[in-house]
């Protein structure tokens, strides 16, 4: 069966996948859906140790992939428990009301690696809900890899690339600042309250944004390498 309609192709889609636990708990987190294509496209989910959403999935065999671009969405997934009016329940699984489409999967346990546990997925129900055509906006792919980034700083113990990892944190930051919408720099705000303490530097990047807009008046777009 091919997703391209429903929103998911070839490469990894993030996504909000959500999940109900054995007891029909509902769970929302961001995660990669992977497309494989060949003569017939093929899905995946790699799950690392430690989520409910593994948990879940190891419970009852099923997930649900929402497709959304609302950055408030990814990063309350990632860092909260989604408060229960985002759900809408079909056949008894829990989908997310907003999604643009979500896609039920039956999940088989492929193989389990230290860490994390590799599935496949077959599709068994799909809905479209919204056909949007939106350009690519910067400021949300800067939301998504900060996102991915603050949940790997809270398990990485390395005092050098937890320091990369600030540095990238500040360049996406002006990158939201400068391409994001209302959303995203709402997301943001989220992040650096969750995860970062980013108020040792967010003093200096308020500096620099006025240096940037300056620079970015007389020049080049690329600021930010600046930064590094
Ligand atoms: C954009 C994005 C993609 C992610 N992809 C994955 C993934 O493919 N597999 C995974 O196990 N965790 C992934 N994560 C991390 C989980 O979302 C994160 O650990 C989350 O807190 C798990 O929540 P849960 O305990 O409610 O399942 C991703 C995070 C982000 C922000």
Known sequence: MNLKEAGIDEGISEVIVTTKSGAGEPDAAPIGVITVTNDENKYFVKLYEGSRTLSNVLETNKLAVNVTDDAVLFVKAA???????HFSIFHGFPVLKEAKSWIIFDCALIEKRSGNFLF????????????????????????????????RYAITEDKREKEEMRKKMKLYDAIVEKC?????????GILREKN???????ASLSQ????????????????WIEDR
């Open 79 to 85: 860092f909260e428990r989604l408060n229960e009016v």
């Open 120 to 151: 496949q997925l077959t599709p068994i129900a799909v809905k479209i809900n919204r056909k949007e055509v939106k350009a690519i906006n910067r400021g949300l792919n800067a939301v998504i890899e900060a996102a991915i980034l603050a949940t």
């Open 180 to 188: 994001g919408g209302r959303r995203e720099k709402e997301a943001f």
């Open 196 to 202: 970062w303490n980013l108020s040792r530097i967010s």
């Open 208 to 223: 620099r944004h006025a240096n940037v807009q300056e620079s970015t008046n007389q020049n080049s777009n690329y600021y």
